[in-house]
């Protein structure tokens, strides 16, 4: 019935009608989406991942080929099958896995049967097949779950179909095909059943499956809805269908079909954008995007792509589209992640942009890309072909077409339209009526320039042109005086230019004009046609930082102040108010301090371009994102060409090409990040093993607990190592403690109490969650000091006192006395074991977190009253959590006693100490060390750890160790923890079991 009008509407849906409100996509711009993925190597147990779904707490769950896994962005949650335990997971290999938002239920299809998960670390009940019943499940091979339209759940096995009574007994569905493939509950409350006979409906009023006769589809391994009414199908293609992605609608029938390289289509996706995916068995990924064009993914046309067979497909909330292959492990697309690569040279393509790293960027009045590159010469681009016209040295016997040299290092337009262009080998004037160069001295003939290397060229509000050199400083000329003058550096005068190499000169809108060169920036003043220079003092920490000073920018959102690169000192603010430099370096986060370029984005930030990535600075907030390779870039060495756009585009060029970054805040994930707390651990014990979160829990700790922990995340996945911390225990922290990406927090002996645990996230684009996940925690008094025990010793102190009064005994008097002595030593004992324990951690009889906030804020007075230096190591033992899952917590906890053991060894002197800064990380303070002695010690503590017989059946225990070392002045005391921290982050990433220090 549906063939008759099925050719007429194709063309209605080819383009497919779902597109998302903010314009985010995966295939904008003709950008294709990176993948970015997670392996065994990262926690993951398996690499075959066979379903993906999020929960209501925005926790991700994977099935794999060896158990259900949960992950919060930090890390893995393994759900096994353990022999004999029957609340355990019933067999390893998950094939399919399902979520009952209404009822937060989640079920997971096994090779031994169906089960559902019971929270608080109940585990799970198993539905299995009984040979003998008649109403137990058809088969122990589930491959679909699905709530039905009665509320009733589905169960899809190899051997039938199945209705789940509320007594959890079943009911066997006739079905064309006993093998079920999938299972979808559609918005309108259609069941639809997919199998290896096709499609079919389940009929409510009728109770019975109604094939869909018409639909040329034999094999339907997965359905999907592209919206109300119109499904997605997976078809397998054998003899007699031809397979592929079927888009449906119940209305009109089978409206088109997509086929690809490879038909064998087992999982399928309509995202939030607009685009279909569709994922092969063996032939890679595909995606249609909403334009009607088609796009391939496999392992060769991807290097981040790895394993051709696609077994499962998801887009959780934040429209991040998760990929789980049979083999590969999985992989993650972003929306907003694109692989940032605009242009860059292809020499199998004709009319790519140039060979060389992109040196300069400038777009002229009339729209035209220009690029100017180190050693392939200058590239203009030609919007109607997106072909770039290069223009060289070699471009031909015509000298009028020919560049002077293929080193261009500046690109600027003059008032009627001609593009100057300078290089390595002097000025060119570039005329496009017709295409021709001109020198210099065929523009000005009285006034010729030497052929010499220039960086820069700027024509003034006055008309004048200011020509940067790279050794004979800047020349300056008047094309209506005709006056020519030369402005050179004279030593150390505060009135001549700062150097001669001069790299950049900028007019601001103030009329200001601002010179950057080698050996600092300078200001002309125009009174006294001369300049106001500065410099770098080791002596001025209100100064420049770097001499060597790249580029210049006016923050158009705050004019009054000038912002300046510097190779090697980061990026500084210069206030005209104050004439001083505030200065933004790696110490507060950015990638690097060798800054090549500035622009300010749409956003508000400040964007620089290092040589290590770009970095993001919020001026607001004093937040800094880093951008690299993990975010889609294609390279992370940036040169001095950078381009703001009028779009939100910003454009930097680099040794990989040219590299478009969409700064305007529709571009950023604004949603705030939901946050849980996923764990409770009193002495690395969790108080409830599975339970999924605690927020909004109560929790009452018994009097002896002295150690407990907190764990937490942002379920923001888009970049996960880049989401943010902060916490505090009200009744015991002042303030929010800002802990960077580090998602946890511990606290030893806390008095007895009520408290509050709240922390917040932000995203990996600055973004804070609104509210803070919390929980409420009553540490009780011990015993001996509630209040009927302080009534006994009152009684008990009257009674002995009276006693003492009224005995007129002597030997009674002295028998009394002694008591009274020995209950004195006693105490005296006690109160010796209760000091060391206050400041001692229980397990590794190190210094405890207490000790350490105390102790070192009273060494970091000390040092900055004697100008000494202070360092600190935070070390981190290596892969701990999968050490104790793997082992046990009782291995676990011998392990952080030896270490702690094996550290304490190193240190020789009694004003070092060793800290249990929290879980598995340890805080080493040195009085009076310098950087190279730290390095030394840090180095003696990682190989001590290495060498020591710590670990166990062959697994050698290693530690990170970040080292931070300071003299302190005015500034607080967490910016060396920070530091030590950033350090430590840095030695973890760089592969671990390494020593790293800023």
Not at 504 to 513: D, F, Q, T, Y
């Amino acid at each position: 019935m549906f063939g008759s009008i099925k050719v007429v509407l194709v063309a209605c849906f080819v383009a497919l009608p779902v597109v998302t409100a903010s314009g985010e996509g995966f295939f904008v711009e003709n950008q294709r989406p990176r993948f970015n993925s997670i392996t065994q190597s990262d926690g993951l147990p398996n690499n075959s991942v066979s379903s993906i779904f999020q929960d209501r707490r925005g926790l991700m769950w994977f099935g794999t080929q060896s158990g259900l896994v949960q992950y919060d962005g930090h890390g893995f949650r393994t759900y096994r099958n353990e022999p004999f335990v029957t609340s355990s997971l019933p067999h390893d290999l998950v094939q399919t896995s399902y979520y009952d938002h209404q009822a937060d239920t989640i079920w997971a299809g096994t090779y031994a049967g169906l089960a559902r998960y019971l929270d608080d670390g109940i585990g799970f009940e198993t539905f299995a097949h009984c040979p003998k019943c008649d109403d137990s499940l058809s088969a122990n091979v589930v491959i679909a779950i699905s709530r039905g339209p009665d509320g009733d759940l589905w169960v899809g096995t190899q051997s039938g179909l199945n209705r789940m009574r509320k007594d959890g007994s079943f009911e066997l569905i006739p079905t064309r095909h006993e093998v079920i493939r999938d299972l979808y509950l559609d918005s309108r409350g259609t069941l639809w059943v997919g199998s290896l006979a096709g499609l079919s409906r389940w009929d409510q009023e009728a109770e019975e499956l109604v094939a869909i006769e018409d639909l040329e589809v034999a094999n339907v391994m997965a359905i999907d809805e592209i919206e109300p009414g119109v499904l997605a199908l997976g078809s397998w293609e054998v003899e007699g269908s031809s397979g592929g992605l079927v888009v449906f609608s119940e209305e009109h029938g089978e409206l088109t079909r997509h086929r690809f390289s490879d038909n064998t289509i087992y999982t399928v996706l309509a995202a939030s954008d607009g685009s279909l995916w569709a994922g092969s068995w063996g032939g890679g990924l595909f995606a249609i995007d909403s334009s009607g064009e088609t796009h391939e993914f496999t392992p060769e046309t991807e290097r981040n792509l790895s394993d051709p067979v696609i077994y499962s497909l998801y887009e959780d909330r934040a429209g991040v589209i998760w990929v789980g292959t049979n083999g590969g492990g999985l992989h993650y697309l972003s929306p907003r992640q694109g692989n940032f690569r605009a242009h860059y040279h292809d020499p199998e393509r004709a009319g790519s942009l140039p060979r060389g790293r992109v040196t300069e960027l400038f777009r002229d009045s009339g729209g035209t890309l220009w690029a100017g590159t180190y050693g392939g010469g200058l590239g203009r681009l030609d919007p109607d072909s997106d072909r770039w016209q290069v223009y060289r040295s070699d471009s031909g016997s015509d000298d009028a077409r020919r560049l002077e040299n293929n080193i261009v290092n500046s690109i600027s337009e003059d008032r009627d339209g001609s593009i100057w262009v300078g290089t390595n080998g002097g000025l060119q004037r570039f005329r496009r009526d017709p295409d021709r160069f001109e020198h210099w001295h065929e523009v000005f003939p009285e006034h010729p320039l030497t052929e010499e290397i220039v960086y820069d060229v700027m024509r003034d509000r006055d008309g004048r042109y200011w020509v940067g050199t790279y050794q004979s400083g800047i020349i300056r000329y008047d094309p209506e005086t005709e006056e020519f003058r030369r402005f050179r550096s004279e030593g150390d005068r505060a009135d001549s230019l700062a150097a001669d190499l001069i790299y950049a000169i900028e007019e601001l809108s103030n009329g200001r004009i601002w010179v950057a060169t080698n050996g600092g920036v300078s200001r002309y003043e125009p009174e006294s046609d001369s300049f106001t220079t500065f410099r770098y003092s080791s002596d001025n920490r209100e100064g420049l930082s770097n001499n060597t000073v790249r580029a210049i920018l006016e923050d158009p959102a705050s004019p009054e102040y000038v912002w300046f690169a510097t190779l090697g000192g980061g990026i500084n603010r210069f206030d005209p108010e104050t004439e001083t430099f505030s200065h933004v370096t790696a110490a507060d986060g950015l990638v690097s301090n060798k800054i090549v370029s500035l622009l300010a984005g749409h956003d508000g930030r400040i964007w620089a371009g290092t040589q290590e990535g770009l970095a993001a600075y919020d001026p607001a907030t004093g937040r800094i994102r880093t951008i690299d390779e993990r975010d889609g870039l294609f390279g992370t060495e940036f040169n001095a060409g950078a381009l703001r756009e009028g779009d939100g585009a910003l454009l930097f060029g680099g040794s990989h090409g040219i590299t478009r970054i969409d700064s305007a805040p529709a571009g950023r994930n604004a949603a705030p990040p939901p946050v849980q707390i996923t764990d409770v651990r009193v002495f690395q014990d969790s108080i409830a093993e599975g339970r999924l979160s605690f927020n909004d829990a109560s929790v009452v700790l018994e009097p002896e607990d002295s150690f407990v922990g907190f764990e937490f995340a942002a379920l923001d996945f888009e970049a996960p190592n880049r989401n943010t911390y902060r916490y505090r225990l009200i009744g015991f922290d002042d303030d929010w403690v800002e802990v960077g990406t580090r998602n946890f927090a511990s606290y030893t002996n806390l008095p007895a109490g009520e408290y509050r645990f709240e922390v917040l996230a932000a995203n990996a684009h600055g973004v804070w969650s609104e509210t803070p996940a919390a929980l409420t925690l009553r540490v009780p008094a011990p015993w001996y000091a509630r209040w009927w025990a302080i009534a006994l010793y009152v009684v008990a102190a009257v009674l002995i006192a009276y006693s003492i009064l009224r005995a007129r005994d002597a030997h009674i008097l002295a028998d009394k006395n002694k008591e009274l002595n020995h209950a004195v030593s006693q105490l005296g004992v006690a109160n010796q074991e209760l000091e060391r324990l206050s400041v001692r951690d229980a397990l590794t009889d190190c210094f405890n977190r207490r000790y350490f906030d105390e102790t070192f804020q009273n060494e970091w007075n000390r040092a900055r009253r004697a100008g000494a230096h202070l360092g600190l190591l935070m070390v981190d033992i290596d892969r701990f959590k999968s050490f104790n899952d793997s082992y046990g917590h009782v291995r676990g906890d011998e392990v952080l006693a030896r270490v702690a053991s094996v550290m304490q060894a190193q240190l020789g002197r009694s004003t070092d100490f060793v800290a249990r800064y929290g879980g598995e990380e340890f805080a080493v303070v040195l009085y009076r060390t310098d950087r190279e002695g730290a390095l030394r010690v840090a180095e003696m503590i990682r190989h001590a750890v290495e060498t020591a017989d710590i670990g166990v059946n062959g697994v050698a225990v290693t530690v990170s160790v970040g080292v931070a070392v300071a003299v302190p002045r005015d500034e607080r005391v967490v910016a060396l923890i920070q530091a030590a921290d950033r350090a430590l982050y840095t030695a973890k990433r760089s592969g671990r079991n390494r020593v790293a220090a800023v």
